[in-house]
């Protein structure tokens, strides 16, 4: 029994000091490769000075397949399993558009807008938020601008925390 005990305490230490000894190990290797990059970046920025304000908007698609492939660069034994999305046509940095804040929203948002509204008033009437209502607001969420987005989910959630609805649904598909 005293040598059962002896080999499971061993065998756990063991275990311990190589996931220890493999963490340090591809960190390392991680670090390594970070240096690396932000040494190539200081040399590529040269001794320009950045503006004091740069406002642009940056694809997302593009950011993911950068990301994606720099972790597959980083862990040689782990190669990107799906392929980069295709960039559509806009360019990958473009200028924020200012005039496009003051055309307000557009007939679309204001009817997703609404029918979100209704969606949720209707829930907080059945005292329930459920699968189907979740499916539901997907689609009028997207249609949303942020601030919109922000107001209804921060409704939903307030209603959940303050009792008034009940979830129904799977933990962790509240939207």
């Known amino acids: 029994m005293m ?10 230490v063991g275990v311990a000091a190589g996931s220890a000894w493999w963490t340090s190990r591809s960190t390392s290797a991680l670090e390594e ?8 970046d200081e040399q590529s920025a040269g001794s320009e000075a950045a503006p004091g304000k740069c406002v642009v908007s940056v694809d997302s698609r593009v950011v993911h397949a950068s990301v994606r492939s720099a972790v597959a660069a980083a862990c ?9 999305p295709a960039v559509d046509e806009p360019p990958v940095f473009a200028a924020a558009e200012p005039e496009q804040d003051k055309l307000g929203p557009t007939p679309e948002m204001i009817q997703s807008y609404d029918a979100a509204n209704e969606l949720v ?5 059945a ?8 499916e539901k607001l997907r689609p009028l969420m997207m249609a949303l601008d942020d601030d919109s987005r922000e107001e ?12 008034k609805l009940e979830f129904t649904g799977r933990p962790g598909e509240l939207f």
């Open 3 to 12: 040598r059962e005990r002896v080999f499971w305490m061993v065998a756990l």
């Open 33 to 40: 490769k970070l240096d690396r990059l932000l040494a190539a």
């Open 76 to 84: 040689k034994g782990l190669a990107a399993t799906t392929a980069a």
């Open 121 to 125: 008033e209707a829930a907080l009437t």
């Open 127 to 134: 005292q329930t938020w459920t699968p189907e209502d979740v």
């Open 152 to 163: 209804i989910t921060l409704r939903v959630v307030r209603s959940l925390n303050e009792g």
